[in-house]
């Protein structure tokens, strides 16, 4: 198929940027959403221009690193996948497609398509742990069962890839989604609740300081999460924080 | 006579690592502030080993070529991870499976080490429950296990089918957390480019800033390269797109010798290539092989048929299809190892009876399951067992219970939906055994300079066991390096940080400048791509799932004129002082092209058949693997130029607590 | 505690307090306005205790416009940073596959509301606080010199209704209060992180809630817009 694509280019952090259009054609439907992109790249290479830059890796939806705003919407049209396990045949001959980059303050663009998440590391590292040395002494896997619909809920949590498609999808840019997951997660756990009061209140903080908005409660974000993870985990964590705030 | 010293410790086999443990250098807690360590990759080896360096005291500097620590490769890791807990009571011990492991392995794994593995395997899970790790649960509240292929017990324990994601997310909360106490300084989107070795001894890297285009400086007591495997070499494999040997072949081209790169373990259930145009292979859990029979039709004629579309294989009869492991290996049928099978697959397609447009692909039908399950299902409930669509309806529920997951993602990518039509497999690279040469305290032949899961050869043998990869990784980074790297850093309490002025670092850092000028400056008229794929046509071809002398005699010089041809022709747009993705690309894939050579260079030398290495000529009668008792060694190559030059060691293989035998799965 | 105010999570949790103690004000308003259609009688009699009585006059009301400017400064203080944490829109989104137009457009629906407040107080508020306290006319009587001449609260409100444009500017407001409140009488269970149990219920009963009140509100407006 023929279509027309309308990219975000943008040299380096310090430049403007801009929309770009790019004809491409013979495009197979069998083909992977970033499988195109690198047709349409060689055939940059090849014309001596600048190829198009995208973060990717993994191309099986679980590394997170794809992050493209495709039509309009988060990792494109389809739900509960990544950009790299979008297929062309999700779209048709003659088709105009948009690709952006996420938009956030706290996602700055470093190139083309590709965003600074960096802020989502520093909210881990603001509490997105459980203080345990890595002795091997502790104590046995089996010592404290877990039930089992808890321990499942965690895992649903768990299962958050960081790609940050529910800040791109927000209106208000809020991380709300991606913070909740991992207090959750957490929280869920005998583990975790030990530390659960300062870990609420200092990745809460992490992320007001990195720039993320408020959440609204629009509910795109776990429309568009490629996880599906639910907007339980927010109201989980509203939970948390305003219990751990009247504590501590 | 051997230079190789393998620094296994004396005493029995059980004993062996207390021992070591108790009679290794300490360094005392106020001496480790003093040390600095640089860990390379920070997948579940490189994650876990910064975490605990750090968490004893070393300052610890980490480098991965992602965003973020969190997208290393070990994430896309599926099916669970191995401890000998013996929580389903049936069995199982540390030295099962040890058994299992070395077996597995095909008898060309180090005795201690593995033994060693399995010591630590149940410290891995206590650590990782108790760091909050969702691995699935009973409804008793404790942990599950499922049973993995090649074993006769359940010790595998997973988190769905993301059991890597689980594991490494763990390791990366760990880190975040010394990340936020300052004891790890933690570099994304940075590429190790060289290894600095001053007075013999591994004291910094090179390593370039992805962004910037930076090239950096950076010292240390000991360097550290959990940098995972080199399976990229084949062009299509299930790795990530970023997945490189550069950090393990620049220290390969320092001193470090590079241990059995031929062993690959190719995956028989992958997703086909569809074209052309396709960058990357997608695993389908082995688990599918557990009620899926895998066929391809018996006549040339109706191979022909299906690929052009003109029969459907849902029509075709019983009688006309060939279910070939079920005929060549009545006893395991379509449960053989994975090497076997992909063998097996690979014969098939080569003799024209492939089902998709490529001809590489066979069915994994789940049609005879389907009836089965709901038939099964009709007599529980007491409904009518010849209503041949309440039957199917029935089935497809159970399929569904079991399989949902992997269906769904099978439809997403290949468009069919596998319920009613059967899937379409083909074998894929997934995982090299062979890595850098490795003692037993992880060191290189490189003093101070180590090498932790994928990355190193020590473990697996010719051919890795599932679930045993991300016990590995643990096991190696939370484990045994940060204990066995205090007897080697020990000396250096009173040596003081590393100046990274010191002339060694110029120049590696201008060797590193070069090199990136010369791909920068080579004006070619072809893309990286272009060479990587070539390079990978050649690979599979030829270095792939069955070799011969022939082949691989072909192979060594097409890949040498082909690394000839790339540093005339290879064409790298933009400049090195920004992001520039096909830069890295290309030095990648510079050092893919020498590796390739001396992994055709050790397939060729190894004159025999042994777990991921076929060699054609090296077969029994019936098609089997034929090991030979004189090959019983690891190949350990010293780099000497160009890799033709490279000069083989060998290290012997003793197997004093295991009785080396025959595999056999008719 | 000191989070509670100054941080995300902290701000709409107090967005969504601020929202369901104006949310029972509004239960007390239309029960109020629904005796006009029962009984003129009951409706001034209601009305004038509310006006004259001073714990509602000299405490209740302050809080109620205190509650009435928090909720919609809050909200512009969540939409200027909410607006700051995207500097750079897209060029295309298609919002409306993922997520409601209400949800997205609480601010519009909340500035509908707010000018429609403007001229409710200067309908009713205004000239009450006129009438009382400027003019110093406590007796709520039609003729404050004739102690036979009835309350006058009735006979206000039905005046009120009389003009076509005023009462569709009532009714469009309403239907906006309707929208404003489909969601957010919703997201402020989420807000204040209520627990999954009741959730559902609790649900069924904000939707009763959201249509239901602003129908009743209208449903008065035309009753007296039509039997005039």
């Known amino acids: ?248 | 006579m051997s230079k190789l010293d393998s620094k296994i410790p004396k005493g029995p086999l059980a004993e062996k690592w207390t021992n070591h443990k108790n009679e290794i250098n300490l360094v005392n807690p106020a001496n480790k502030r003093l040390i600095d360590v640089i860990v390379v990759g920070t997948g579940l080896a490189g994650g876990s080993a910064s975490a605990t360096l750090a968490e004893l005291g070393y300052n610890v500097k980490a480098f991965c070529f992602q965003d973020s620590p969190r997208r290393a490769h070990s994430i896309a890791a599926q099916g669970g991870i191995n401890a000998a807990k013996n929580y389903q009571g049936d069995g199982d011990s540390t030295y099962r499976l040890f058994y299992d492991t070395v077996k597995g392995g095909d008898y060309r794994s180090r005795e201690a080490n593995v033994y060693r593995l399995a010591e630590v395997s149940t410290n891995i899970i206590d650590q990782c429950v108790a760091q909050g790790v969702p691995f699935a649960r009973e409804y008793g509240g404790l942990l599950d296990n499922r049973s993995f292929g090649g074993v006769l017990v359940s010790r595998t324990f997973y988190a769905k089918g993301q059991t890597g994601q689980q594991l490494l997310l763990g390791a990366y909360a760990a880190m975040n957390r010394q990340i936020g106490r300052g004891k790890i300084k933690m570099y994304s989107r940075h590429e190790m480019l060289d290894v600095v070795i001053v007075d013999g001894k591994a004291r910094g890297i090179i390593a370039r800033n992805l962004v910037t285009g930076e090239i950096e400086r950076h010292s240390a007591h000991a360097v550290v390269l959990g940098t995972g495997g080199y399976g990229n070499a084949f062009y299509l494999s299930t790795y990530a797109m970023g997945s490189n040997v550069t950090a393990a072949w620049k220290a390969h081209k320092r001193g470090a010798f590079f241990a059995n790169p031929c062993y690959t373990q190719i995956h028989p259930t992958c997703i086909p290539v569809s074209g052309d145009h396709q960058s990357k292979l997608t695993l389908m859990s082995e688990s599918l092989r557990n009620d899926g029979r895998i066929w391809v039709p018996k006549h040339k004629e109706d191979a022909i048929a299906i690929r052009e579309g003109k029969l459907k294989p849902t029509d075709l009869a019983e009688e006309k299809r060939d279910y070939y492991l079920e005929r060549r290996y009545p006893a395991f049928g379509n449960l053989v190892p994975r090497d076997v099978a992909s063998r097996a697959a690979k014969e098939r397609c080569d003799a024209g009876y492939g089902v998709n447009k490529t001809g590489e692909a066979v069915f994994l039908d789940f049609a005879a399951a389907i009836e089965r399950y709901g038939k099964e299902q009709a007599h529980v409930k007491g409904l009518d067992e010849n209503d041949t669509n309440l039957i199917t309806k029935l089935g497809k529920e159970i399929i569904k219970n079991k399989y949902g997951n992997l269906f769904q993602m099978y439809e997403k990518i290949v468009d069919q939906n596998p319920y009613e039509t059967p899937m379409m497999i083909y074998p894929a690279v997934h995982y090299t055994m062979g890595g850098l040469w490795v003692d037993y305290n992880l060191m290189t032949t490189v003093p101070g300079l180590y090498s932790i899961g994928e990355a190193n050869f020590s473990d697996h043998g010719a051919n890795r066991l599932g679930a045993s990869a991300l016990m590995q990784g643990l096991a190696d980074g939370y484990f045994v390096l940060p204990y066995t790297i205090g007897d080697y850093l020990a000396h250096d309490i009173r040596t003081g940080p590393i100046s990274t002025d010191l002339p060694e670092f110029d120049e590696a850092e201008k060797y590193v400048v070069d090199n990136i000028n010369r791909l920068i400056n080579n004006n070619g008229n072809k893309s990286v791509d272009h060479f990587h794929k070539r390079l990978g046509k050649i690979m599979w071809n030829k270095c792939g799932m069955s070799r011969n002398e022939k082949d691989l005699k072909e192979a060594i010089d097409e890949i040498a004129a082909l690394r000839e041809e790339f540093w005339k022709d290879v064409k790298v747009p933009g400049t090195d002082k920004e992001y520039n993705e096909e830069l890295a690309k290309a030095a990648r894939v510079a050092d893919f092209l020498e590796l390739g050579e001396l992994f055709a260079k050790d397939a060729l030398v190894r004159e025999e058949s042994a777990g991921g290495h076929f060699r054609e000529e090296y077969q029994t009668a019936e098609g089997e693997a034929q090991r030979r008792k004189e090959f019983q060694f690891v190949s350990a190559w010293e780099y000497k130029g160009e890799p033709s030059e490279a000069i083989l060691h060998k290290e012997d293989l003793q197997y004093e607590n295991i009785e080396v035998k025959e595999r056999s799965y008719k | 505690m000191s989070g509670i105010f100054n941080s995300s999570v902290g701000r709409k949790f107090a967005m969504a307090l601020s929202a369901l103690f104006l949310m029972i004000f509004l239960v007390i308003h239309v029960s109020i306005n629904f005796s006009s259609v029962i009984s003129p009688e009951l409706f001034n009699e209601m009305s004038h205790f509310m006006g004259t009585n001073p714990l509602v006059q000299g405490l209740m009301q302050p809080v109620l416009i205190f509650g009435v400017v928090f909720h919609f400064v809050m909200g512009f203080v969540l939409e200027a940073k909410n607006r700051a944490s995207r500097k750079v829109s897209y060029a295309k989104n298609s919002a409306s596959n993922n997520s409601s137009w209400v949800s997205r457009n609480m601010l519009l629906s909340g500035v509908v509301i707010l000018a429609f407040l403007g001229l409710h107080f200067y309908d009713f508020w205004v000239h009450e606080m006129t009438v009382k306290y400027v003019e110093g006319d406590m007796s709520g009587l039609i003729d404050p010199n004739n102690a036979d001449s009835g309350y006058r609260y009735y006979d206000e409100l039905r005046e009120k209704f009389v003009s076509h444009v005023r009462v569709i500017i009532y009714v469009v407001s309403f239907v906006l209060l309707s929208l404003h409140l489909l969601h957010g009488f919703n997201s402020s269970f989420q807000s204040v992180g209520a627990n999954n149990k009741y959730i559902d219920s609790l649900k069924r009963v904000s939707k009763v809630y959201s249509i239901g009140v602003p129908a009743l509100f209208i449903f008065i407006a035309l009753y007296h817009h039509f039997t005039h």
Request: with cysteine; aromatic share 6%; charged share 25%.
């Open chain 1, 1 to 248: 198929m023929n279509l027309t694509l309308k990219i975000w280019r943008q040299k380096n952090a310090d430049d403007k940027g801009k929309m770009v259009d790019y004809p491409i054609s013979n495009i197979s439907e069998d083909m992977s959403f970033l499988e195109m992109l690198d047709v349409l790249n060689q055939e940059l290479i090849d014309k001596g221009e600048e190829p198009v830059a995208f973060d990717h890796d993994c191309r099986e939806g679980i590394c997170g690193s794809c992050s493209l705003y495709i039509n309009g919407r988060a990792h494109g049209p389809d739900t509960l996948i990544t950009a790299c396990q979008l297929h062309m045949r999700s779209f048709k001959d003659g088709d105009t497609i948009y690709i952006e980059p996420w938009r956030a303050t706290a996602f700055p663009v470093i190139k083309d398509l590709i965003v600074d998440r960096t802020s989502f590391d520093r909210i881990q590292q603001a509490g997105g742990f459980i203080s345990v040395n890595t002795s091997g002494n502790t104590q046995d896997a089996n010592a404290i069962p877990i039930e089992k619909q808890n321990a499942d809920m965690a895992f649903d949590a768990a299962t958050c890839i960081g790609c940050g498609a529910c800040v791109a999808a927000c209106k208000n840019s809020s991380a709300m989604l991606f913070v909740s997951a991992k207090v959750s997660q957490f929280a869920l756990l005998p583990q975790g609740r030990v530390e659960a009061t300062d870990r609420v209140l200092n990745m809460v903080k992490q992320m007001d300081d990195e720039g993320f908005g408020n959440c609204t409660n629009t509910g795109a974000c776990e429309v568009e999460c490629p996880k599906g993870i639910s907007l339980e985990n927010i109201a989980r964590m509203n939970r948390e924080y305003l219990a751990a705030s009247f504590k501590g």
